[in-house]
């Protein structure tokens, strides 16, 4: 499959900008109260405007200038790319849904196991790992992250 790379990069993110943006109001809360400062929605609205621009840019560049990198998308060469991205979101789903702990234990050694480790010790340093930034997190960092029960 070939795939027009600055057409088709200016169309998916600038349509998601759009989404995104039209979110933020529902997603990101104004204070109560006036404390003179910014709105907490300047930050994600200044970068979702800036990547709208980007995509205008990068449309205009593909239709107009004919500037565009075709490249060739073979599924057997992206594979693991794409086991690696059903992972990570599976990675989400489990951590929403059964922890963060429950995730790190299930899913990184899968991760490993896709990616070909064969070392035991690596299993184990990462799990041990991401249950230490777990509670780094919590005990240091004072962030909360899912458990177990939601």
């Not at 933020?24 to 929605?41: F, M």
């Not at 205008?56 to 057997?76: A, R």
């Not at 992972?87 to 922890?99: P, Q, R, S, T």
């Amino acid at each position: 499959m070939k795939i027009r790379t600055n057409l088709i990069s200016g169309v998916l993110f600038g349509i998601l900008s759009i989404i995104f943006i039209t979110l933020v109001p529902s997603q990101i809360a104004v204070p109560a109260y006036d404390n003179g400062g910014p709105s907490p929605r300047i930050i994600p609205y200044l970068v979702l405007s800036g990547i709208l621009l980007c995509s205008i840019g990068l449309i205009i560049q593909s239709v107009i200038f004919k500037k565009d990198k075709v490249v060739v998308y073979d599924i057997k060469i992206e594979k693991a790319s794409l086991i690696m991205i059903g992972l990570i979101i599976l990675f989400g789903v489990v951590m929403l849904n059964f922890g963060f702990i429950i995730g790190v234990i299930v899913v990184l050694p899968m991760m490993l196991f896709a990616l070909g480790e064969k070392k035991a010790f690596i299993y184990i340093f990462t799990i041990f790992g991401g249950i230490g930034v777990y509670y780094l997190f919590i005990e240091v960092f004072n962030i909360s992250l899912p458990v177990i029960g939601g």
